[in-house]
């Protein structure tokens, strides 16, 4: 069985934390170094509805890939959520570890995980200099639209869905993703002439700029739909440490949603006399169930 220091040492092998970026927060929020380790779950958020998953599933250790603290704090009190999510883990013995932007540049690392639960082929690096984003490429072309319907399909139900920016008929080949917010990517992406671009949090203003620059297909997801994929490759990256190590310890990604937002109405598409009579709109509520 190992400690915590040891398994840290192996999570730190695979997402350095030297290639975070400067802004960031990563490593060991906390936990005991010298505590025994049996279970680990892996999940994009440390909020409350992981740590009880993470309670529940009995693990020793809670690794995710967004910061609990990402500003810095002057106070773990109780009485702010994050505080609170400090003194149930500690209460519990249970370790927080992040693996953030780390765990974007590696390889395999995010970007790679969305590719892959997207049916694409790698084919290197968005931007090689930090090896951050995926340049891919499909078996078979396919238009936008279908592209964007992939993403849907492929991707945890989120209440905002799939938003596709670009000419829906345009085909496509070859795709750049990045797991996260993506829109100061676009330089990059356009340098690398793709077809389209998926990835998350995507803004009015560099959007209407990108499809007036050129006719680039963007594919805007919830980002953290675009990130949730990397909690399985991650944990069977640790699961194959665990058995080369002779460990045997229960590593297991969370399946709980915990993106915010959890609503959608269609917009409404007036009719010609403005009667409110003759709108009509589907309304959706997101429960935040597994997909």
Known sequence: MPRLSEVIAELDALWPPERAEQWDAVGTVCGDPDAPVRRVLFAVDPVRETVEEAIAFGADLLVTHHPLYLRGTTTVAAGHFKGRVVHTLIKHDIALHVAHTNADTAEPGVSDALAAAL????TGPLVPEN????????DEPETLRAFAERAARALPATAQGIRTAGDPDAPVRRVAVSGGSGDSLFDAVR????????????????????????PLGLVDAAHWATEQPWCALAASQLAGISDRRGWDLA???STTVTDPWSHHSDSLRPSSDHSSA???????SFSGAPN
């Open 131 to 138: 090896g951050l984003g995926r340049i891919c490429e499909l």
């Open 191 to 214: 340098a690398a002439g793709v077809d389209a671009f998926l990835t998350a949090d995507l803004r009015h203003h560099p959007v209407s700029e990108a499809v007036q620059h050129s």
């Open 278 to 284: 003759d709108h009509s709109s589907s309304d959706h």
């Open 119 to 122: 049916g694409l082929r790698t």
């Open 251 to 253: 590593v297991h990604a």
